[in-house]
Each structure stands twice: as C-alpha cells, then as structure tokens.
C-alpha cells in the first residue's frame, strides 16, 4: 500500500466536509422579554466581503499543469504555512536535471494555496512566479501571470519585469497607462511615459519622483541619461551593477551601455536568446538556460544548426561536434557515427549538458551496433535520456556490470552487481530496502505534499553531496510519494553525471 493515502485514489480530490446549518428561527419563540437590556448594540461590526465575479479564477491557484497531467493533488500545499513554502522554494537548489523539472511542475500545478494564504491573496502565486524567473523560464512565467490576470498591483511588478527581460513590455504599460494606481513605483511610470513618446509626462513624472525622494540611486540616474540622450553623451559611464533590476538592465542596454548577460543571473540570458547580441552570445545564452531545462533541448539543437561555426575552440567545438554528429546519424554509417559521438559527448560533458545532449539524441543511438567506447557511450546516452527503460533492455544482454546496475536503477530493482560508480551503494540500497523519511511521508498525509517533495530535494542535494544515508532516504522518500519515474531518473543521472564530473 502507499504510504501516501490520495496515491490509492484514482482522481482524489479533497473531500470538504459540508457546513451545518444554523438552526431556523422560531417566531414562536417564548424568550422572555428582558427590560435591563440595552435597545440596541453599542457598536457596529460590519464584516469584510470579498467579492469576485462568477466563474473566475481563484488567483492564488491558478497553474498551467492540471492535476490530471501531473498527477499531483489539488490538496499539494494546503496544510502548509505559506512562510515556510516560501523559504523552500527560494532556497531549492536541484541536485540533477530530473529534480529540476519536478520543480518546475511544481510551480506550475494547478493546485490550491496554502489555506493560511487566504483565497483571494495573489502573494504564493507571486512566489511561484519568481522561481520560475530565477530559473530563467520566463515564458513559463509570463503564460502563468496571463492566466491570472497580470493586471493588479500584487503582480503588476512580476509582470514588468517579465515584460522586460523578454521586450514585451507593451502590454503592462499600456495597463499602466490605463490603471496608474497599479504600482506606487515611479520608474516604471517614467519609462512607460518616454516609452509611448509623451516626453513632457515621463519628464514631470521624472522630476516630481526625483524632488520627493521616490527616484533616487541608479534608477535616477539611467533615467536622466535615458530622457536627456544628449546629456548622457557628456557623462562618463555608469560602473556596472552587480544585481541590476530588470529595468535597469534595458535602460543600460537603451543609453548605450549595455551589460554582458553571462555575468548576471540566470533570468537575463533569456534577453540575448534573439541572437541579437550575436550567435557566440545566443549560444551561450541558450546553454546556460538548457543546463538547468528552461530552455526545451530543441531548441538549442536550432541554435547550434543555424549556420557552420565561425571559429574554432569553446563553444565553436560544440557546434562542430553536434553538427557532426547529426549528419552521421542520417548517414547511418556506424564507424563515423561512433566517431562523431565520442567526440560529442566530451564537449556536451564539458559544458555539462550531458542530459539535453542525451534528450536529443538518446533515442537514435537506440538498435545501433557500435564497439568498444561508442558502444558504451550509447548506452549511457540512452540511460540519461527519456527512453532509459528501453536501453535497461539493451544493457541486460550486452552490457558489463556498470550497465547492469544502471539497468537495475533504470528499472526499479536492487542492483545484484557492484559499479565503480560515485555512491553506488547508497543507490543500491534506496531500491534494495527503501526507507522513506517518515516525518516527510507524514507531512504529504497532511496535505502538506509540495512541501514533503522540497525537503525531500533539499535531502537529496545532501546526499549528492556525499551523505549516503540521505542519499538512499530521499530517493525511497521520492518513491513512496509516488514519484517513482522521478527517482529513477534522478539516481541515474547522479550515477552517470557524477563520474563524468558533468552535474550542472
């Protein structure tokens, strides 16, 4: 039996017990008439009404996954507090490409808030939304802010900010622009003023922020080189922020004093993804984005494709390498395919891009009859990839112990062979006798799920970290809240990533 009870329920939905209802009131009723009470109350408690109108959304459970396609239940926060929900997602750090993706469904499952959040309150959906822009996948988070209605002041600023980093920002101003009460900020009114070229508004607004101390620092600053171009030509250049806004990355970039997004977090890449900075910096973009899956691997395969490579070394030989390897795989000549992959997966492994590497073309390599290297190579290509069942298969009849125990991994089972492979035993041992946290396992009975699976991620980093008892618990721990498929993966590619010193 599970050790979770809604994972035994085909379609379980919280069951909501029914309000009792107040007893009738009795015109008969023969309650003495008491003169020493007063005529009337002393005071008036008028209670507080939310309003919102038939058939909307309840923003603060709004998701892009319905629970069918995740198969977690609407009930994944409720029990928790928000503080603590919070705390977690802000400090998640996935250990491999496989807990990476359960938390990027994780913040975008159609589930209910945190009950001590309140229905109407937008504050957890906020937080989700800001994961998904630390990690990069702002259209994941615009198309979540779309469907809840971006347009209100607990979102407005998520969506500015979304607006800006992808250039989409027409839509937010021109909701400014008709809703000035929805942000107190005042750079965000100049640039939306300047932006639609009413130049006498965005320098009022500009000069009033400035005289009562509401625009001040770099914000001032970029603002008056931004209104006074002639100016800005006369001034020297701004030093480079160490954590700029995403206002003021576009406002560097619009006088002329643009930031290199490679040193800046992860959620600026995605403004070079156009190639407009040049292909060096797209590719480069492009990577650091699919590293951690916010950016889809076909969509690097079409930035490395688009056109030969212009130099050599760096990112050039990954072109080269991928290219190569494409063209020998419609070849089909297996001598130049095993030559081509054993050159590919060394540049993949250097840019730690194994698991999108093995995405794209884990599944071609599958009925291939390579030798020696290659052959192994293959298989571990296939092990990283979304066929890794299948290449458990394969492994069984050819392989040697290693693919063996990666087989046994791949399929749920205790490995009966030893592996030179980083933690094998605190991998065998979380599927030969798998002994989940029992204080997690109580608390996703608690509805309280979502937070079991990020402590059990926090787990799991600590044992990828080298503690092998958390390593084996957070992987049974993975399994006994029905996220099987995710344990697996996760404990392959520990396996693989790890002693090819390739995690991301």
């Known amino acids: 039996m599970s050790a979770i009870d809604w994972l035994g329920r085909e379609g379980a939905q919280p069951s909501i017990a029914p309000r009792a209802a107040p007893p009738p009131s009795d015109p008969r009723s023969t309650q003495p008439f008491r003169p020493d009470e007063p005529p009337v109350a002393d005071r008036v408690v008028v209670p507080e009404i939310e309003v ?59 589930a209910d808030p945190p009950d001590a959040a309140g229905g109407s309150d937008a504050g957890f959906l906020a937080v989700r939304v800001m994961r998904l822009i630390e990690d990069g996948a702002l259209d994941a988070a615009a198309a979540l802010l779309d469907r809840a209605g971006p347009d209100r002041r607990a979102l407005f600023g998520l969506w500015f900010d979304v607006a800006l980093l992808t250039g989409r920002e027409a839509e937010p101003c021109a909701a400014l622009e008709a809703n000035p009460r929805l942000t107190e900020a005042v750079a965000p009114r100049v640039f939306c003023a300047a932006r639609s070229s009413d130049w006498p508004r965005a320098q009022l607004a500009f000069e009033t922020g400035r005289a ?72 480069e973009a492009a990577e650091r984005l699919a590293r951690t899956g916010a950016l889809a691997e076909n969509r690097l395969l079409g930035i490395y494709t688009e056109r030969s490579p212009a130099a050599s070394g760096g990112v050039w030989e990954r072109v080269e390498a991928v290219q190569d390897l494409e063209a020998a795989l419609q070849s089909g000549d297996a001598d130049r395919i095993g030559g081509t992959l054993t050159r590919a997966w060394a540049r993949m492994r250097e840019a730690r891009l194994l698991v999108p590497f093995a995405r794209l073309f884990g599944g071609q390599l599958a009925g291939l009859r390579l030798d020696g290297p290659a052959a192994d190579l293959a298989l571990r290509t296939r092990f990283l990839s979304e066929d890794y069942e299948e290449a458990a298969d394969s492994a069984v009849r050819t392989g040697g112990a290693e693919a063996r125990f990666l087989a046994a991994l791949a399929r749920g089972r205790a490995p009966v062979t030893d592996a030179d492979l980083p933690q094998a035993d605190a991998l065998a041992a979380a599927f030969a006798d798998p002994r989940p946290a029992t204080p997690l396992t109580v608390l996703a009975g608690e509805a309280r799920l979502g937070e079991a699976i990020l402590e059990t991620m926090a787990l799991f980093r600590s044992g990828a970290a080298g503690n092998g008892g958390a390593l084996t618990e957070a992987i049974a721990t993975l399994r006994a809240l029905g996220l099987e498929d995710t344990a697996r993966r996760a404990a392959l590619q520990l396996a693989i990533l790890g002693s090819e010193d390739a995690r991301p």
């Open 52 to 110: 919102r109108p038939l058939g909307a959304p309840d923003v603060s459970a709004v998701g892009l996954l319905p629970t069918r396609v995740t198969g977690l239940p609407v009930s994944l926060w409720q029990g928790s507090t928000p503080d603590r929900l919070s705390a977690l997602i802000a400090e998640a750090e996935p250990a491999v490409p496989a807990l990476a993706a359960l938390m990027n469904t994780l913040m975008l499952a159609e």
């Open 212 to 283: 009562l101390g509401e625009l001040r620092g770099r914000d001032a600053d970029l603002l008056e080189r931004f209104l006074s171009p002639e100016m800005a030509e006369e001034l020297p250049a701004l030093p480079p922020p160490r954590d700029p806004s995403p206002l003021q990355f576009r406002l560097h970039e619009a006088v002329g004093e643009p930031l290199p997004a490679r040193s800046l977090k992860r959620r600026f890449a995605v403004a070079e993804l156009s190639g407009d900075h040049g292909w060096k910096a797209q590719i």
